[in-house]
């Protein structure tokens, strides 16, 4: 079992940058698989990228694939997502998400543990 708490949201301009930080408690963090999900008001949920249990291995979505990087520290129990360039599609209430094992699946139904989430809010 793991619980996380995403922070780093906040409101800037177009064009600029952040990083989201998703903390984990629990002993068998590098037991997860965790991931990165997004949803606008009126839209439906919508995958960002994930990482393995190692780091080593990295998806993204086309719609943020070259501007987003996930990484993670397992020492220090923490995934981040790394934003650049950021635009107005990108503006939403960002969630971390956890499953162990598997494959790095790309469904929120595949993932049974959720934060809280950080909104970002992009200004054009």
């Known amino acids: 079992q793991v619980q996380l708490v995403e922070s780093g949201g906040g409101l800037l301009q177009a064009g600029g940058s952040l990083t989201l930080s998703c903390a984990a408690s629990?002993?068998?963090?590098?037991?997860?698989?965790v991931a990165w999900f997004r949803q606008a008001p009126g839209k439906e949920r919508e995958f960002v990228g994930t990482?393995?249990?190692?780091?080593?291995?990295?998806y993204y979505s086309d719609s943020v694939k070259g501007r987003f990087t996930i990484s993670r520290d397992n020492t220090k129990n923490t995934v981040y997502l790394q934003m650049n360039s950021l635009n107005s599609e990108d503006t939403g209430g960002y969630s971390c998400s956890a499953r162990e094992g598997g494959v790095l699946y790309t469904r929120p139904r595949d993932y049974e543990y959720w934060g809280q989430g950080t909104q970002v809010t992009v200004s054009s």
């Open positions: 629990g002993r068998t963090f590098e037991s997860y698989h």
């Open positions: 990482v393995g249990l190692s780091g080593r291995t990295t």
